[in-house]
């Protein structure tokens, strides 16, 4: 029996599909001691982790290996003052201390918070600020420790600091773990406590503290089993680093919980080609990236992957053009889901049911889907509406954020009338399907038509010069808004007065008169937050200068 089975109870049909899932858990449930433990103790030798990076380095966990070093670490940190409900900023990239600290930090009962190596001084700054950061664990690379120190001075705070080695005014945290034992008596936790905060990517103001109680893993049972398709005894690689909550998704919780090792490729610079050789090389069985990594697969010609049996994508939304031609390479469907930092997998493609191209699938049954107009009032069928979660019986679902980092108004904002607004607005089939839709706040008003960028970019990447794109809304004195698409070239392009017209007629021959780009513009890079995503509202302040 797979140790997720001791935590629910599902219901499938004739194809695999999930229909009704229940889970259940003790007041005192951790991730630590009742899944990586347990798994030690009943398998101690079945792989884990197997972990790699740019240099060929390459090491290969067991949970056993798991549980005895998160027992060393956590001792080490309780020796330095770390206690249960201290806040403990991990900024360790993809290195696998990670997983031995962030183990570590639940069994505590401390809250681990997960930031990305690639926050600058003013980045840290605002988290230190933010939040009662008690101690921060961080990697000696790319000067993040320089970045640390200078931020925590300009805030005027202290912390805690360890690093994973030598480093001037950092603990030497691997040094003194290994003084430490691999024994640990279990530090009783409840599930409502605090177990992780995410700070969101601030695609249109400050980032927020995103708050999770330890029931948080378990909702992810559905997102590694029935969106991705990890398997037990399998290996599963989602391309993230572990300050995002994508790691979250792929790269631990709902993976061991089925049974399935994670793998893990530490690298600086993205290359598609070594993506492509770490999974044939490890025989990983299923992939999960964002649609930028596909593109650029796809771009550059993606070879043979015979390990692999499925692929999965979210994050932004995938174009259909980038689908079809991933599975006329590999003979996989691409299947899309849909999620935010605040909650787990909330639809998707899931096993079992038919894959629709572009959709973000049906809703999981873990959650109740609705989409309603500014009112509060469900739409109907292929009306567009924003996204929102109607609790039953007024009982937040499981996987659902617990509260924003000092913002108990902002919270209560986002669960007025009772349900909870993700903000995104989406239409639904008649089969159920969610189709991606956009930001409320990227909706373009055009002539008296509101219309979303997601449509025309997904026209525009059909083109062969266009690598990436990002359509928004620009003044104008007759229509309100124009549409301007913002375009970076792929290679062997460049910019020039017939090619723009070319795309720009191209694809415009596709779309509704209301819905045509009026003006293009080539850049060499689009702008984004340091989790990837295109900030639109960067370039709509372009276009008002």
């Known amino acids: 029996m797979s140790i997720y089975e001791k935590f629910c109870s599902v219901e499938e049909d004739e194809n695999g599909a999930l229909k009704k899932i229940d889970i259940k858990y003790e007041d005192n449930f951790n991730f630590a001691y009742d899944v990586v433990d347990a798994i030690a103790k009943e398998e101690p030798k ?11 380095e390459e090491h290969i966990f067991s949970f056993e290996d798991v ?4 027992n ?28 031995f600290i962030s183990v570590a930090l639940n069994k505590i009962g401390a809250v681990m918070v997960p930031v990305t190596h690639m926050l600058r001084v003013d980045d840290f700054k605002y988290r230190f600020n933010t939040a009662d950061i008690k101690a921060v664990v961080t990697t000696e690379e790319n000067g ?19 690093s994973t080695k030598d480093e001037e005014g950092f603990i030497n945290l691997n040094k003194l773990k290994d003084t430490c034992s691999d024994e640990l008596e279990r530090i ?30 378990l909702a992810h049972i559905v997102t590694a089993k029935y969106w991705q398709r990890a398997i037990d005894g399998g290996l599963h690689f989602t391309v993230a680093e572990t300050g995002w909550a994508k790691a979250s998704w792929g790269k631990m919780y709902g993976q061991w919980l089925v049974g399935s090792a994670v793998m893990v490729y530490d690298f600086d610079a993205f290359d598609p080609k070594m993506l492509t050789q770490v999974i044939n090389k490890y025989g990983v069985t299923s992939f999960c990236a ?34 079809k031609k991933f599975y006329e390479k590999t003979g996989l469907y691409l299947n899309e889901g849909y999620g935010q930092t605040e909650t787990t997998l909330l639809s998707a493609n899931f096993k079992g049911i038919k894959n629709k191209e572009g959709s973000m699938g049906v809703c999981s049954p873990l959650y109740n889907l609705k989409l309603v107009d500014n009112e509060g009032n469900e739409v109907e069928t292929g009306e567009i509406g924003e996204i929102v979660i109607v609790p039953e019986n007024g009982v937040k679902p499981i996987g659902i954020f617990a509260s924003y980092l000092n913002d108990p108004e902002l919270y ?14 989406a239409w639904k089939d008649e089969e159920g399907y969610f189709w991606f839709h956009g930001r409320f706040d990227d909706i373009i ?9 997601f449509e025309i970019e997904n026209h525009l990447i059909k083109h062969d010069a266009v690598l990436e794109c990002s359509v928004v809304g620009i003044d104008d004195p007759l229509r309100g808004q124009a549409i301007k698409a913002f375009i970076v070239l792929a290679n062997g392009y460049e910019p020039s007065s017939e090619l723009e017209k070319d795309i720009r007629d191209k694809t415009n021959a596709e779309l509704s008169e209301y819905k045509w780009i009026r003006q293009i513009e080539f850049v060499s890079e689009l702008p984004k937050t340091i989790s990837g995503k295109i900030r639109k509202t960067e370039l709509r302040e372009t276009t008002r200068k």
């Open 46 to 56: 079945k792989r884990a982790i197997v972990w790699c990076n740019a240099l060929e």
């Open 67 to 70: 549980s005895k070093q998160s």
């Open 72 to 99: 060393r670490y956590a001792n080490a940190l309780l020796s330095l003052g770390i206690k249960k409900g201290d806040y403990v900023m991990l900024c360790l990239k993809r290195h696998y201390e990670y997983w």
């Open 144 to 162: 993040v420790p320089k970045r640390i120190l200078e931020a925590l001075e300009k805030s005027g705070k202290t912390a805690i600091l360890a």
């Open 188 to 217: 009783e936790t409840n599930v409502k406590d605090s177990m992780m905060m995410y700070f969101t990517s601030g695609t249109t103001g400050y980032p927020k503290g995103v708050i999770h109680d330890f029931s948080y893993p």
């Open 290 to 323: 964002p649609p930028t990594v596909y593109r650029y697969l796809v771009k550059k010609g993606a070879p043979a992957m015979p390990s692999l049996k499925s692929a999965s994508t979210a994050g932004e939304y995938l174009n259909p053009e980038i689908f």
């Open 412 to 425: 209560k904002n986002a669960w007025r009338l009772g349900v909870y607004h993700t903000g995104d607005s």
């Open 445 to 453: 008003k055009s002539g008296g038509f509101r219309i979303g960028p």
